[in-house]
């Protein structure tokens, strides 16, 4: 994990976006494009985390079609998309993670060598963004079920500080244990979102979190003594 001071803009999605809808609408996805400032960004998929599955990738491809210049970055082969070199993300204005193993994903981005390609795309301005393991990976830990029940994994990128949890209350036991291991000190102060919400970072920091639903929540989860306290993030709906 590097020393160096992330500067940046990242899109941390607990769950939502295009590929937790019927029809691949999301409005934290319009509202991630607008951020952009541009009529029509160039938007790069990645994937790894699912071992760059097709099915996922022309979900991406169909939801941004029309509104962006999209493409795929495929780690474990080029078709039917073509791009394997990582280069190109220093080309684009927003590069968006998909969900599936986070352990997976920071094996396979560290021998390709993306986390010092994705600090300095962010540092030139491209948005980082990702949803569920592509929520953790930015984190310097995360709650994840790569190793099949979850566990806690302490070895993210770190562009972020403290823990991530993703899927909090749309999915069995994340709650639950969450609170357990940041209450016993194997997970440092977390930030939870659940699904269809997302919390926007700049340089490090917590700007707002976003909600496509009403009631969806999200936490900074902090130990304190022997106990867990979980301190609710404001969640603006998006209109």
């Known amino acids: 994990m590097s020393a160096?001071?992330?500067r940046g803009t990242i899109l941390t999605l607990g769950g939502g976006?295009?590929?937790?809808?019927?029809?691949?609408?999301?409005?934290?996805?319009?509202q991630l494009l607008e951020l952009t400032g541009t009529h029509r960004p160039k938007v790069c998929f990645v994937p790894t985390a699912s071992g760059d599955s097709p099915t996922y990738s022309a979900r991406f491809e169909q939801a941004f079609e029309g509104r962006a210049d999209?493409?795929?970055?495929?780690?474990?082969?080029?078709?039917?998309w073509g791009h394997n070199d990582p280069q190109m993300l220093l080309e684009?204005?927003?590069?968006?993670v998909g969900g599936g193993s986070t352990?997976?994903?920071?094996?396979?981005?560290?021998?390709?060598g993306l986390p010092d390609i994705l600090r300095q795309a962010a540092a030139q301005g491209t948005l980082l963004a990702?949803?569920?393991?592509?929520?953790n990976c930015w984190f310097e830990a995360s709650s994840t079920d790569s190793f099949g029940p979850l566990a806690p994994?302490?070895?993210?990128?770190?562009?972020?500080?403290?823990?991530?949890?993703?899927?909090?209350?749309?999915?069995?036991?994340?709650?639950?244990?969450?609170?357990?291991?940041?209450?016993?000190?194997?997970?440092?102060t977390t930030h939870a979102a659940d699904d269809h919400v997302a919390l926007l970072w700049r340089d490090g920091?917590?700007?707002?979190?976003?909600?496509?639903?009403?009631?969806?929540?999200?936490?900074?989860?902090?130990?304190?003594?022997?106990?867990a306290i979980e301190r609710e993030i404001p969640v603006r709906q998006l209109i």
């Open 92 to 96: 684009q204005d927003v590069v968006y």
């Open 4 to 6: 160096q001071p992330f």
């Open 17 to 30: 976006g295009f590929s937790m809808s019927d029809d691949g609408s999301s409005r934290i996805d319009d």
């Open 153 to 188: 994994l302490r070895d993210g990128l770190g562009f972020l500080p403290g823990g991530a949890c993703p899927h909090l209350l749309g999915e069995e036991h994340r709650r639950s244990s969450l609170r357990m291991w940041v209450a016993s000190g194997e997970m440092p």
């Open 70 to 80: 999209t493409s795929v970055l495929s780690l474990f082969g080029a078709d039917p």
């Open 103 to 112: 352990a997976n994903l920071l094996a396979v981005w560290r021998y390709h």
């Open 205 to 227: 920091e917590l700007i707002e979190a976003w909600g496509e639903d009403q009631g969806r929540l999200a936490f900074r989860v902090e130990r304190d003594g022997e106990e």
């Open 130 to 135: 990702g949803i569920s393991a592509g929520m």
